[in-house]
């Protein structure tokens, strides 16, 4: 058999299932496009977190601190708290998107894999860490209040911290309903996708 | 967005068969390279972008085939041959017929050899198979022509050895059959 029979014989091969497969790779592509948007997002709103929150510890500390002269070390355990609890969770975010920084160059089914994971990761964080650190926060908060208004009457003490309590349950009620939504619009589809094409790499 | 799938789509028409063929001479595993053409395409598809027409579009997408099958092959860290008693796996013979028969056998002794081939003679054979032209193989592999044009006459010989050699192994094979 000569070369240009093996060529025409080698030539009748084609693509598997091949309407699935290019339908599908447009899929996982478009899926995989929005993976690295959501990506990016991640990485920007982390940080833009730790900008707010390390000068928010810098004015904490070298310009309220020396302004209002704390009466008690409440203050300091108070901002201590705050200032930990936000930084624990900015760190936590860190660690979650820092795998997401490496170009991943495994196969489709290994980096899928690994962005579900990194996924559920944040998912589970999300929901069940930022409560309690805002609960953390809250608390230090409290304590700083404590301090602040050391020399008032019981009375706008107590008011004061309920006001304070009502505000930041508010806030942080509104905030983890929008944080869910946007958990919902933003993470599910994309894991649930993943998920789907995940289940579909196994069969090939 | 719409035109660059539409571009994709087409692109993906026309060249999936022969992006598919230049993963199957890659790896000996059919899965494999069924995973490794996925991978191809999803590479294509991320890099679109990058391709502003200054080479041929078949160059850029053979350099993106051999470029994802050598990191793919870095990554698996292994290159199995096929087993030549694989080839005698053939397909119901009721179903097919005996062209087609002989053409499985030939593709599968074809891709037998083609896996005991060295990795680099692997990725120019099947660019020969897909008859694209020396030119072309050098500016994917990037090497000059005559140098291509040289190696493919080396990776031709070995090739048509190997077939040479499969086949007198058979014929010894049925020879003891009959005995």
């Not at chain 1, 940080?47 to 004015?59: D, E, K, N, Q």
């Not at chain 2, 191809?40 to 470029?67: C, D, P, Q």
């Amino acid at each position: 058999m000569n070369f240009e029979e093996i060529q025409k014989n080698w030539q009748t091969q084609q693509a598997p299932a091949a309407e699935a497969k290019a339908g599908g790779a447009t899929a996982e592509s478009d899926l995989l496009v929005r993976v690295k948007v959501l990506q990016r997002k991640v990485m920007r709103t982390n940080l833009l977190v730790a900008i707010v929150i390390s000068l928010t510890a810098v004015a904490f500390v070298f310009i309220l601190r020396p302004l209002l002269n704390p009466n008690t070390i409440w203050y300091d355990v108070g901002m201590g708290l705050t200032l930990g609890a936000a930084f624990a969770l900015g760190l936590l975010h860190w660690f979650k998107s820092m795998p997401w920084k490496k170009q991943v160059n495994l196969s489709s089914k290994a980096y899928v894999e690994q962005v579900l994971k990194k996924l559920h990761y944040l998912n589970t964080a999300n929901q069940r860490l930022t409560p309690f650190f805002m609960v953390a926060i809250l608390a230090g908060i409290n304590l700083i209040y404590f301090d602040i208004f050391w020399n008032e009457n019981i009375k706008l003490r107590l008011v004061m911290h309920i006001m304070l309590n009502a505000f930041m349950i508010s806030v942080g009620a509104i905030s983890l309903y929008y944080s869910k939504r946007h958990n919902d619009q933003s993470y599910e589809p994309i894991i649930q996708e993943l998920e789907e094409l995940q289940q579909k790499l196994e069969e090939v | 967005m719409p035109d660059k799938e539409k571009f994709f789509e087409q692109i993906v028409r026309e060249n999936r068969d022969k992006l598919y063929r230049i993963c199957r001479a890659c790896l000996a595993d059919p899965d494999d390279a069924k995973d490794l053409y996925q991978e191809v395409l999803v590479k294509v598809w991320l890099h679109l972008h990058t391709f502003r027409g200054e080479a041929k579009l078949s160059t850029w997408l053979y350099r993106i085939a051999l470029n994802t099958a050598i990191l793919y092959r870095k990554q698996q860290n292994k290159h199995t041959p096929l087993l030549p008693q694989h080839i005698s796996e053939l397909p119901d013979a009721s179903a097919e017929t005996a062209h087609k028969q002989e053409q499985e056998v030939l593709l599968q002794k074809l891709h037998y050899c083609i896996s005991c081939l060295e990795k680099q003679d692997r990725l120019i054979i099947s660019l020969v198979l897909e008859e694209v032209s020396y030119k072309e193989i050098a500016e994917v592999l990037g090497l000059t022509v005559s140098h291509v044009g040289v190696k493919i006459n080396r990776v031709k010989q070995k090739l048509a050895l190997l077939m040479e050699q499969q086949a007198g192994a058979e014929i010894e094979l049925d020879k003891a059959d009959k005995r």
